[in-house]
């Protein structure tokens, strides 16, 4: 078994004699700027690498359970979703999120969202800024956290980390260069119930948007999930792939109107089931195909997310990498 | 006179200086004994790991120790400059359903987060595996524990 640094130099090593194959066809200098990149690039990989851990979160894309990030860690996920809407061209959304854990009852992210569209562009739609807190500090049946979130997209974000009031299919049919005339910076606040009990977590949402540009009315949301590891206890033995390190469960997710029209009218709604594989010392992988259960939601959207837990990710610069 | 009762003075003195020293040593006597433990439920500190004393589960309990605890807590458990050590006395001796407790509910005032989201078996693995790693004798520890 290799250790890091063991790797690093194997590696370095080949690869060294496989740029030296090519030397006579760039100039010395160039490859040694290459080869300066290369190793760079790679110390900064290895040292992510040995910062990594897996989070203990359940494997929601929309929902939230009232699991915070742990005080000190940066969680680094990239978050895709890929439809192809009805009379619209197909996408796929990345949203990068930067978790970290302010205190151990205070989270704060920020996501920096793009989106690609066939026969389009693809183009950046915005950020938004999310905070929660628990304001009960200790454990109890149903836990609530506070969420608040400040949103700068614009219309053609196709990320949909929520759907709230009457969110539909139509959004998806502006091009690209229509959608991101119109800019929305809107707050969304939610309230979150969560459960941990027997293994299982089970998580409700609900959720209230307000455009700060326009008077539009208040919109809101819901979100549900379920989940739970496939195995309770760990193996004595380090493994891969045995059941502790997957988890499994189901999203539900969907408008509720606005203030004007309060309801299931003109609203989308999702379900789809959740499969989480947390790779030992490594990223965690979330994939969701989720259905839409109405003629407003896209037929099926594909969710994913790759994620990466660095622990006291200060601290480590603090003491200068020891 | 006055010089006399300026060095002694009368027995109020002497019983308001007797109650500081008292509650001074309460003060100390408390601050050994973690905060936490005084808020575990006596339901809670009566329960008992059903994986104790199994190497099985102190093994389980090592990868999940290193995966969850070791950044704050140390490979050793031994704490550091900020994050107390697993390894004194007043841990060591605390019971398994007192720590379960505290591994439920975290400590978030003191930045000790919950983990319930690891599930119950789990965190009796851990348990099992800190409370084999025995105590450090307190000249050796990093920190003091909260």
Known sequence: MFSFIDREQFLLYHCTRLLNATQLQLGRKQM???????????????????????AQEPPYFVT???????????????????????????????????????TAWWTTEVYLAGQHTSNDSTIFTGFRWENRFRPLLREHFINPVLYVEYEHLTLADKGLLEVTGHDSIANFQLTNAQARRELERSL????????????????????????????????????LGVSRPFALAARSQSCVFCRENFSGGL??????????????????HYLGPIIGFNVPRGPTITFSPNIGLNDNSIGVLYRFTVSYEIQQVFGFLHRGGR | MRAARLLFPTSTFWAW????????AMAVGAADYPAW????????????????GQSDAVAAGSKL????????????????????????PEVQKASDGEIFWLLRNGDLRHGMPSWSAIPEPSRWQIIAYVKSLGEVPATTHQAPSK
Not at chain 2, 37 to 52: F, I, S
């Open chain 2, 37 to 52: 433990l005084r808020h575990v439920p006596d339901a809670d500190r009566k329960r008992t790991n059903p994986y104790a």
């Open chain 1, 64 to 102: 939230y359970s009232h699991s915070l990030e742990e005080p000190g860690n940066l969680e680094i996920a990239s978050k895709g979703a890929a439809g192809s809407p009805k009379y619209a061209n197909p996408f796929v959304s990345q949203t990068l999120e930067l978790e970290y854990g302010a």
């Open chain 1, 188 to 223: 969304e606040m939610k309230l979150i119930l969560s459960t941990n009990t027997h293994g299982w977590n089970i998580s409700e949402n609900f959720i209230t948007e307000k455009d700060l540009n326009e008077p539009e009315p208040w919109e809101f949301g819901y979100a």
């Open chain 1, 251 to 268: 999203e539900l997710y969907g408008g509720l109107g606005t203030t004007d029209g309060f309801g299931l009218k003109a609203t989308s």
């Open chain 2, 17 to 24: 200086i007797s109650c500081a020293l008292i509650f001074s």
């Open chain 2, 65 to 88: 120790f290193a995966d969850h605890c070791t950044k704050c807590h140390g490979a050793d458990a031994l704490g550091s400059r900020k994050k107390p050590s697993l390894r004194t």
């Open chain 1, 32 to 54: 040694a700027k290459i080869i300066l990149k290369g190793r760079f690039a790679f110390a900064i990989s290895m040292w992510f690498l040995t910062l990594m851990c897996g």
